[in-house]
């Protein structure tokens, strides 16, 4: 078997976010594991039970369209399949594309699996990051609305030392011989 290289890069481009999962479309999997769509799908069908709906999804209407917009707006697997289907494509998490590699049993996919599941991890571990990140910021943020405030509070302090005290008549203190 030759050593199949597959640029991670272009799988996380290929990688959408839909329903709040991850996911690999059916068309971009199939593409990746050198299949037709069709044979994926095929072979999803005959082991559905390997399946469940945190594995793979078939995607809706409003969803099949964003992600057809999406994908055309970024240069994910450049194929020409997909583009005219009679169905609605599915999504495959994860853990579905590596279940799918596992049904369809070639080398190709099997070998494949490896970059997407890589993928995956090095988008988890971009996200992770950048909620570490953000969590900093915010801190940060705060910390220095917290300086803002103190420092306000000294310029006018400051201010204030800095007026002359404005002239009161006082009386005078101590003794004070009277005239007569």
Do not use: C
């Not at 005959?46 to 078939?58: A, L, S, W």
């Not at 099949?64 to 697997?77: E, I, M, P, Y």
């Not at 169905?87 to 049993?105: D, I, R, S």
């Amino acid at each position: 078997m030759s050593t199949v290289i597959v640029p991670v890069e272009r799988i996380e481009r290929a990688i959408l976010l839909i329903r709040g999962q991850k996911v690999l479309l059916d068309s971009d999997l199939a593409a990746l594991y050198q299949v037709p769509v069709k044979r994926l799908n095929e072979q999803v069908k005959r082991n559905r039970e390997r399946f469940p709906e945190d594995f793979m999804f078939q995607l809706n209407k409003v969803e099949a369209a964003t992600a057809r917009a999406l994908r055309s707006q970024t240069a994910t697997l450049e194929t020409g399949r997909g583009r005219h289907r009679k169905y609605l494509p599915f999504a495959f998490t994860e853990h579905g594309a590596l279940m799918a590699a596992n049904v369809l049993n070639s080398p190709r996919a099997m070998a494949v699996s490896v970059f997407v599941i890589r993928a995956f991890v090095r988008l988890r571990y971009s996200l992770a990051s950048y909620r570490e990140l953000a969590g900093k910021l915010l801190e940060l943020e705060r910390k220095v609305a917290g300086h803002d405030e103190a420092l306000r509070e000294l310029v006018v302090a400051i201010r204030e030392l800095m007026e002359p005290p404005a002239k009161a008549s006082r009386r005078r203190m101590g003794f004070r011989p009277t005239q007569s």
